[in-house]
């Protein structure tokens, strides 16, 4: 329902720790925790919700906090979403969402953002909300069904940033040669951006613009971001490209290299398959 959006501070029935987007995010942010992937305040999650999924459980048109944005998102108007807070532990969100987590509305003009549930210890949403925000606007121009996006310090994709050459073209390569199905659920490749320091607008341009083409982006030395359409689908991205950096960091610590899959094969892979996969990759 569209209407006039009001301060209410006397937020909130927990109606709403029913409801399925939360339930899959409490599941999801544990998980990841125990995957050692998101250790302390490590990693963080947006995820855009419907305006119909919302409203069956809280009143969408009220408040308890505006939260002003230092870079604009007009395209993201009015859009909903739900985003781990600061400073938060994933492993404690199974257990006190409402402070682990909150649930924001872009304002009309995009210049803020209005804090609907949650962070009711009076925290705000992660240090990486520009990166976040930017992503969900270029893949929502590729994708209309796009809803997630997930950051986490995936242990193995962080190692190999040490001792893989970054080069996007040779690093999507290995992690397809390390385990079979690999090219099948990522042909589309994993981007990488330089060095830089996290929670800034800066990162967050450069991630997006990685975006436009890419759904997976690694952070040399502090992890990697993915996006998809459900929870599930950028999990299991990440969980893909982690599986592959795993299986290099162990093959590599066993010493030389006496066979692997050869670019045929992964040419015969995609065939079978049927994916496209990036250009410029295979010989
Ligand atoms: P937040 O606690 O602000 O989400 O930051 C964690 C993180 O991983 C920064 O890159
Ligand atoms: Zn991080």
């Known amino acids: 329902m ?15 720790l029913e409801a399925p987007f939360l339930k899959e995010m409490m599941k999801v942010t544990y998980n990841m925790w125990r995957m050692g992937w998101d250790e302390r305040n490590g990693g963080n ?16 048109n009220k408040f308890t906090r505006e939260i002003k944005l230092s870079f604009p998102v007009k395209e993201l108007a009015n859009k909903i979403f739900l985003v781990t807070g600061t400073g938060k532990y994933f492993k404690n969100v199974i257990d006190s969402p409402e402070t682990n987590l909150g649930i924001v509305k872009v304002s009309e003009n995009g210049n803020s953002i209005y ?16 990166a976040h925000f930017m992503s969900h606007i270029e893949r929502l ?4 069904n796009h809803r997630v996006v997930i950051h986490t310090h995936a242990t193995n994709v962080i190692t190999m940033t040490f001792v893989h050459e970054l080069d996007e073209a040779t690093f ?22 330089p060095w830089m320091v996290p929670g800034s607008d800066e990162i967050g341009r450069k991630t997006a613009e990685k975006m436009k083409e890419y759904r997976l982006v ?3 030395y502090h992890g990697i971001f993915g996006t998809g359409s459900t929870v599930d689908e950028a999990f299991g991205l990440i969980e893909t490209v982690e599986k592959a950096a795993e299986v ?17 094969q992964l040419k015969e892979l995609a065939r079978e398959f049927k994916v496209i996969v990036r250009d410029g990759i295979l010989k």
Not at 141 to 144: F, G, H
Not at 248 to 264: A, F, M, N, P
């Open 172 to 193: 999507t390569k290995t992690l397809w040669k390390m385990c079979t199905e690999c090219l099948v659920v990522f042909p589309d490749g994993v981007g990488i951006l």
């Open 248 to 264: 290099y960091v162990k093959v590599h610590s066993c010493g030389q290299i006496k066979q692997e899959l050869t670019d045929e």
């Open 45 to 60: 999650i947006s995820y855009l919700l419907y305006d119909d999924e919302v409203s069956k459980y809280i009143d969408t």
């Open 218 to 220: 690694i952070w040399p």
């Open 115 to 130: 804090v609907l549930w949650g962070y009711e210890d009076g925290s705000s949403p992660t240090s990486e909300l520009p």
């Open 2 to 16: 569209k209407g006039m959006i009001t301060l209410d501070n006397k937020c909130c029935n927990n109606k709403i």
């Open 141 to 144: 121009k590729i994708d209309k």
